[in-house]
């Protein structure tokens, strides 16, 4: 539990400081999430980070049921999933006044999540907005995920190098891989895991071919 905190609390850290340094403008720049604008993804991102302080407010449930690879099931990326999402964010980007107002926001949500973290115990059980029942580290790790994979999404729309945190980086590319080894000869770091498993960077036919001699598997976010 301690580690995906850690990731969660460093990955945040690191965010938080690059949205203090964004313009008005900068807000307004396409993604590659389309069709957010960045003050859409960031709004997402923040409602995503700060949404087990209502969960752990809630009574738990018995036993968890899902685990953090389990929610990035298919079910959370039908049209219908999708269209809500899209819509909850451009609304929510809509609230803070400014860039500064945007920064703020986020700095609440993640902080207000990590001290109601904070206070609970990792095997707490929480239920998602989805209806699943997990642990509280599970959970987090989902989080990590949210906002390690759509800080790379941001760093693209900003024209920036990607900024994902060394313990981040491992706490998602263990759950996209399963915890199990990426293939020597391919020669991924966990940055180029993340970036190729997403789809963030396109596999080349060399990379096709040597996944498909080691069979090797990694998790899909709509499968």
């Not at 460093?10 to 307004?28: F, I, K, P, S, Y």
């Not at 709004?43 to 700060?50: E, N």
């Not at 099931?73 to 803070?96: C, I, L, N, Q, Y």
């Not at 313990?167 to 293939?183: E, K």
Request: proline content about 7%; some cysteine.
């Amino acid at each position: 539990m301690e580690t995906v905190r850690t990731a969660f609390r460093d990955e945040c850290a690191r965010l938080d400081g690059v949205l203090r340094t964004l313009t008005e403008a900068d807000l307004d720049r396409p993604t590659p999430c389309p069709p957010w604008a960045v003050r859409d993804l960031v709004a997402h991102v923040s409602t995503g980070a700060g949404r087990l302080v209502d969960m752990l407010a809630a009574p738990a449930p018995p036993r968890a049921e899902v685990d953090a690879a389990g929610y990035f099931g298919a079910a959370k990326f039908t049209p219908e999933v999708d269209a809500a999402r899209v819509d909850s964010a451009r609304r929510e980007a809509r609230r803070p006044a400014d860039a500064a107002a945007t920064a703020e926001a986020f700095t609440a949500a993640w902080r207000g999540t990590d001290s109601a973290v904070a206070a609970q115990p990792a095997d707490r059980v929480v239920r998602t907005r989805h209806g699943d029942a997990m642990t509280l580290s599970d959970f987090l790790v989902t989080r990590v995920v949210e906002v390690g994979v759509h800080g790379l999404d941001l760093a693209r729309a900003l024209d920036r190098r990607p900024w994902l945190t060394p313990t981040a980086a491992r706490v998602v590319a263990d759950l996209l891989t399963g915890g199990r080894p990426v293939p020597a000869r391919l020669g991924w770091d966990p940055l180029t895991v993340i970036r190729k498993t997403t789809g963030r960077l396109p596999l080349t036919e060399a990379e096709r071919a040597e996944i498909a001699t080691v069979d090797f598997r990694w998790l899909s976010f709509a499968g």
